[in-house]
Protein backbone atom coordinates (compact mmCIF):
# COMPACT_ATOMS: atom_id res chain seq x y z
CA UNK A 1 0.00 0.00 0.00
CA UNK A 2 0.94 3.54 0.32
CA UNK A 3 3.40 5.03 2.28
CA UNK A 4 3.35 8.74 3.20
CA UNK A 5 7.06 10.21 4.74
CA UNK A 6 6.95 13.57 5.81
CA UNK A 7 10.11 15.91 7.07
CA UNK A 8 10.99 17.52 9.19
CA UNK A 9 8.78 16.72 12.63
CA UNK A 10 9.30 19.76 14.46
CA UNK A 11 9.76 23.06 12.21
CA UNK A 12 11.04 26.52 14.42
CA UNK A 13 10.91 29.50 12.68
CA UNK A 14 11.65 33.62 13.31
CA UNK A 15 8.21 35.78 12.15
CA UNK A 16 8.38 36.72 8.26
CA UNK A 17 10.88 33.88 7.84
CA UNK A 18 9.83 31.13 5.40
CA UNK A 19 8.90 27.48 6.39
CA UNK A 20 9.30 24.35 3.72
CA UNK A 21 7.95 20.45 4.41
CA UNK A 22 8.41 18.01 2.41
CA UNK A 23 6.91 14.31 2.07
CA UNK A 24 7.51 11.73 -0.32
CA UNK A 25 5.01 8.69 -1.32
CA UNK A 26 5.32 5.55 -2.53
CA UNK A 27 2.87 4.48 -5.12
CA UNK A 28 3.56 6.00 -8.21
CA UNK A 29 -0.32 5.54 -9.04
CA UNK A 30 -1.14 8.64 -6.61
CA UNK A 31 -3.12 11.73 -8.23
CA UNK A 32 -3.94 13.68 -5.70
CA UNK A 33 -2.10 15.10 -2.81
CA UNK A 34 -3.55 17.40 0.24
CA UNK A 35 -1.91 19.61 2.33
CA UNK A 36 -4.15 19.53 5.75
CA UNK A 37 -3.54 22.27 9.05
CA UNK A 38 -4.28 21.13 12.49
CA UNK A 39 -4.60 23.94 15.17
CA UNK A 40 -4.30 23.17 18.73
CA UNK A 41 -7.38 21.25 19.86
CA UNK A 42 -8.83 21.18 16.66
CA UNK A 43 -9.91 19.20 13.97
CA UNK A 44 -7.54 19.33 10.39
CA UNK A 45 -8.54 21.37 7.69
CA UNK A 46 -7.46 21.53 4.05
CA UNK A 47 -5.69 24.41 3.34
CA UNK A 48 -4.32 23.35 -0.37
CA UNK A 49 -4.09 20.84 -2.39
CA UNK A 50 -2.47 19.86 -5.91
CA UNK A 51 -2.68 17.10 -8.63
CA UNK A 52 -0.86 14.83 -10.32
CA UNK A 53 -1.52 17.33 -13.87
CA UNK A 54 0.28 20.16 -12.07
CA UNK A 55 3.54 21.30 -11.36
CA UNK A 56 2.61 23.77 -8.71
CA UNK A 57 -0.35 25.44 -6.99
CA UNK A 58 -0.17 28.79 -5.12
CA UNK A 59 -3.00 30.85 -2.45
CA UNK A 60 -1.68 33.83 -1.14
CA UNK A 61 1.29 33.46 1.29
CA UNK A 62 0.89 29.03 1.06
CA UNK A 63 2.40 27.04 -2.15
CA UNK A 64 2.93 23.33 -3.20
CA UNK A 65 4.92 21.89 -5.69
CA UNK A 66 4.77 18.44 -6.89
CA UNK A 67 7.23 16.08 -8.27
CA UNK A 68 5.92 12.95 -10.01
CA UNK A 69 9.27 11.63 -11.55
CA UNK A 70 11.16 12.22 -7.80
CA UNK A 71 7.94 10.81 -6.06
CA UNK A 72 8.15 14.02 -3.51
CA UNK A 73 6.23 17.04 -3.27
CA UNK A 74 6.68 20.21 -0.74
CA UNK A 75 4.94 22.68 0.80
CA UNK A 76 5.81 26.28 1.22
CA UNK A 77 4.57 28.86 3.41
CA UNK A 78 6.11 32.34 3.25
CA UNK A 79 5.89 35.39 5.32
CA UNK A 80 4.96 33.08 8.15
CA UNK A 81 2.69 34.78 10.95
CA UNK A 82 2.46 33.34 14.26
CA UNK A 83 -1.11 32.07 13.63
CA UNK A 84 0.30 29.42 11.11
CA UNK A 85 1.94 28.16 14.00
CA UNK A 86 -0.04 24.17 14.01
CA UNK A 87 0.73 20.45 12.70
CA UNK A 88 0.62 20.29 8.80
CA UNK A 89 -0.21 16.76 7.26
CA UNK A 90 0.36 16.28 4.01
CA UNK A 91 -1.60 13.08 1.93
CA UNK A 92 -1.61 10.88 -0.90
CA UNK A 93 -4.48 9.43 -2.59
CA UNK A 94 -4.51 6.78 -5.56
CA UNK A 95 -8.14 7.22 -7.23
CA UNK A 96 -11.51 8.16 -6.47
CA UNK A 97 -12.96 7.14 -3.20
CA UNK A 98 -9.78 5.52 -2.20
CA UNK A 99 -8.24 5.87 1.46
CA UNK A 100 -6.02 9.25 1.96
CA UNK A 101 -2.89 8.02 3.42
CA UNK A 102 -1.21 10.98 5.60
CA UNK A 103 2.31 11.64 6.21
CA UNK A 104 3.29 11.55 10.28
CA UNK A 105 3.14 15.34 10.98
CA UNK A 106 4.84 18.82 10.73
CA UNK A 107 4.95 21.06 14.21
CA UNK A 108 5.48 24.65 12.87
CA UNK A 109 6.31 26.72 15.62
CA UNK A 110 6.21 30.54 14.21
CA UNK A 111 8.49 32.53 17.03
CA UNK A 112 7.00 36.13 17.23
CA UNK B 1 -20.73 23.80 6.11
CA UNK B 2 -20.07 20.21 5.86
CA UNK B 3 -20.71 19.25 9.61
CA UNK B 4 -19.40 15.75 10.74
CA UNK B 5 -19.83 15.01 14.14
CA UNK B 6 -18.76 12.53 16.62
CA UNK B 7 -21.05 11.42 19.63
CA UNK B 8 -18.18 12.49 22.38
CA UNK B 9 -15.20 14.42 22.93
CA UNK B 10 -13.44 12.61 25.85
CA UNK B 11 -13.93 9.02 26.77
CA UNK B 12 -12.71 7.45 29.83
CA UNK B 13 -13.15 3.24 30.00
CA UNK B 14 -11.62 0.25 31.74
CA UNK B 15 -9.78 -2.31 30.05
CA UNK B 16 -11.95 -5.21 28.97
CA UNK B 17 -15.06 -3.18 28.01
CA UNK B 18 -16.85 -3.15 24.52
CA UNK B 19 -16.26 0.74 23.43
CA UNK B 20 -18.51 2.26 20.56
CA UNK B 21 -17.15 5.53 18.85
CA UNK B 22 -20.14 7.56 16.70
CA UNK B 23 -19.65 9.49 13.87
CA UNK B 24 -22.40 11.14 11.78
CA UNK B 25 -22.17 13.29 8.69
CA UNK B 26 -24.48 15.67 7.04
CA UNK B 27 -23.37 16.04 3.45
CA UNK B 28 -24.54 12.47 1.96
CA UNK B 29 -20.51 11.64 1.07
CA UNK B 30 -20.32 8.13 0.26
CA UNK B 31 -16.60 7.63 1.80
CA UNK B 32 -15.76 7.68 5.97
CA UNK B 33 -12.97 6.81 7.25
CA UNK B 34 -11.96 6.61 11.17
CA UNK B 35 -8.09 7.67 11.84
CA UNK B 36 -6.05 7.01 15.01
CA UNK B 37 -3.63 10.26 15.90
CA UNK B 38 -0.97 9.60 18.16
CA UNK B 39 2.21 11.92 18.53
CA UNK B 40 4.82 11.72 16.02
CA UNK B 41 2.98 9.03 14.00
CA UNK B 42 0.73 10.95 11.72
CA UNK B 43 -3.23 9.68 11.03
CA UNK B 44 -3.15 6.34 10.81
CA UNK B 45 -5.87 4.52 9.16
CA UNK B 46 -7.96 1.85 11.31
CA UNK B 47 -11.05 1.47 8.80
CA UNK B 48 -12.61 3.00 5.60
CA UNK B 49 -15.92 2.54 4.14
CA UNK B 50 -16.96 3.70 0.76
CA UNK B 51 -20.63 2.46 1.14
CA UNK B 52 -23.32 1.13 3.36
CA UNK B 53 -22.79 -1.99 4.86
CA UNK B 54 -19.27 -2.03 2.91
CA UNK B 55 -15.76 -1.51 5.10
CA UNK B 56 -12.42 -2.26 4.25
CA UNK B 57 -9.21 -2.53 6.65
CA UNK B 58 -6.94 0.26 6.99
CA UNK B 59 -3.20 0.30 7.94
CA UNK B 60 -3.93 -0.67 11.70
CA UNK B 61 -7.43 -2.23 12.33
CA UNK B 62 -6.19 -5.08 15.06
CA UNK B 63 -8.49 -4.87 17.84
CA UNK B 64 -11.34 -2.50 15.91
CA UNK B 65 -13.97 -3.45 13.51
CA UNK B 66 -16.97 -0.91 12.32
CA UNK B 67 -20.48 -0.66 11.48
CA UNK B 68 -21.78 0.90 8.32
CA UNK B 69 -26.12 0.62 8.33
CA UNK B 70 -26.85 3.52 7.10
CA UNK B 71 -24.88 6.05 4.77
CA UNK B 72 -24.81 9.12 7.05
CA UNK B 73 -23.34 7.31 10.48
CA UNK B 74 -19.87 5.59 10.58
CA UNK B 75 -19.22 3.83 13.83
CA UNK B 76 -15.66 2.34 14.92
CA UNK B 77 -15.73 -0.97 17.73
CA UNK B 78 -13.28 -1.60 19.90
CA UNK B 79 -14.05 -5.28 21.21
CA UNK B 80 -12.29 -5.60 24.24
CA UNK B 81 -10.52 -2.10 25.24
CA UNK B 82 -6.84 -2.39 26.29
CA UNK B 83 -4.51 0.33 27.12
CA UNK B 84 -2.62 0.92 23.78
CA UNK B 85 -5.49 1.62 22.25
CA UNK B 86 -5.56 4.68 24.43
CA UNK B 87 -5.73 7.38 21.64
CA UNK B 88 -6.98 10.72 19.77
CA UNK B 89 -9.92 9.08 17.27
CA UNK B 90 -11.01 11.26 14.47
CA UNK B 91 -13.51 10.60 11.94
CA UNK B 92 -13.70 11.92 8.27
CA UNK B 93 -16.32 11.91 5.53
CA UNK B 94 -15.62 12.38 1.79
CA UNK B 95 -17.20 12.56 -1.70
CA UNK B 96 -16.94 9.05 -3.66
CA UNK B 97 -16.99 10.33 -7.18
CA UNK B 98 -13.59 12.88 -7.34
CA UNK B 99 -10.98 13.11 -4.74
CA UNK B 100 -12.12 15.58 -2.96
CA UNK B 101 -11.18 17.29 0.46
CA UNK B 102 -11.82 15.09 3.56
CA UNK B 103 -13.64 16.64 6.19
CA UNK B 104 -13.04 15.55 9.67
CA UNK B 105 -15.12 15.68 12.84
CA UNK B 106 -13.80 17.53 16.33
CA UNK B 107 -11.70 14.24 17.47
CA UNK B 108 -12.53 11.54 20.50
CA UNK B 109 -9.84 11.60 23.16
CA UNK B 110 -10.02 7.83 24.29
CA UNK B 111 -8.27 6.89 27.46
CA UNK B 112 -8.12 3.26 28.56
CA UNK B 113 -7.31 2.53 32.60
Known sequence: ?112 | DVKVTQSSRYLVKRTGEKVFLECVQDMDHENMFWYRQDPGLGLRLIYFSYDVKMKEKGDIPEGYSVSREKKERFSLILESASTNQTSMYLCASRQHVLNTEAFFGQGTRLTVV
Open chain 1, 1 to 112: GENVEQHPSTLSVQEGDSAVIKCTYSDSASNYFPWYKQELGKRPQLIIDIRSNVGEKKDQRIAVTLNKTAKHFSLHITETQPEDSAVYFCAASKAAGNKLTFGGGTRVLVKP
